[in-house]
């Protein structure tokens, strides 16, 4: 079964640091696109961070956001975002997801159900 699944959303203040890790089974990771999602209400959903995995290595990796940094770890077949200095306008459902070949991150393949990070005082 395909899967990925996200995990380390929550609530944090402003200011604050998040994690949010990855997990794909299944599949992996090598040779896909993997790049990280939110959407918050009402508005469409924007791409966050992106990176392009192959035979393990990354081969090319880019963020929309300057305080958000995508990483992975090969053996755990697991990407991360990490998240600092936090805002509110930050809050929103994060998602993973993966395309298969993709040169770049569409979000064609496999999704991940979520993860909510909310930033507030």
């Known amino acids: 079964q395909v899967q990925l699944v996200e995990s380390g959303g929550g609530l944090v203040q402003p200011g604050g640091s998040l994690r949010l890790s990855c997990a794909a089974s299944g599949f992996t990771l090598e040779h896909h696109a993997i790049g990280w999602f939110r959407q918050a209400p009402g508005k469409e959903r924007e791409g966050v961070s992106c990176m392009i995995i192959y035979d393990g290595s990354v081969y090319y990796a880019d963020s929309v956001k300057g305080r958000f940094t995508i990483s992975i770890n090969n053996a755990k077949n697991t990407v991360y975002l990490q998240m600092n200095n936090l805002k509110p306008e930050d809050t929103a459902v994060y998602y993973c997801?993966?395309?298969?070949?993709?040169?770049?991150?569409?979000?064609?393949?496999?999704w991940g159900k979520g993860t909510q990070v909310t930033v507030s005082s």
């Open positions: 997801a993966a395309d298969k070949y993709g040169s770049r991150c569409l979000g064609r393949d496999y």
